[in-house]
């Protein structure tokens, strides 16, 4: 059973930063693509960044410059350091798994359960 656990989100002035984590377990294999979304109230859901099986990054045009994905020391962990957070950016943060390995097809099958980031003004 696959499961991914987010931690890290939190409330932060405008200017400032948090670092968002995502823990796989369950995977068959380590080859694969993990990206995170957010959703703010009366918004659709957007991918903001993915890391491909490779550790090539892929960033939303918005937070291009301030975010960056990486991949942990910790197996199966993956990063969202999270600078320069703007109010925009508040929104509930959530962690997907694709086992195809590329952030360039669809397929992010697994979920977690999200964790809020409130960035005040």
Same mark, same amino acid.
């Given at each position: ?11 932060? !002035? ?19 693509? *993990?990206?995170?979304?957010? !959703?703010?109230?009366?918004? $659709? #859901?957007? #991918? ?5 099986? +490779?550790? $090539? ?8 410059? #301030? ?5 942990? +020391?910790?197996?199966?962990? #993956?990063?969202?350091? *999270? +600078?320069?957070?703007?109010? $925009?950016?508040?929104? *509930? ?29």
């Amino acid at each position: 059973q696959v499961q991914l656990v987010e931690s890290g989100g939190g409330l932060v !002035q405008a200017g400032g930063s948090l670092t968002l984590s995502c823990t796989a377990s369950g995977l068959t294999s380590d080859d694969y693509a *993990m990206a995170w979304f957010r !959703q703010a109230p009366g918004k $659709e #859901r957007e #991918r903001v960044s993915c890391i491909s099986w +490779n550790d $090539e990054p892929a960033y939303l045009d918005s937070v291009k410059g #301030r975010f960056t994905i990486s991949r942990g +020391n910790a197996k199966n962990t #993956r990063y969202l350091q *999270m +600078n320069s957070l703007e109010p $925009e950016d508040t929104a *509930m943060y959530y962690c997907a798994v694709s086992e195809y390995g590329s952030c360039y097809i669809s397929g992010f099958r697994y979920w977690g359960q999200g964790t809020q980031v409130t960035v005040s003004s």
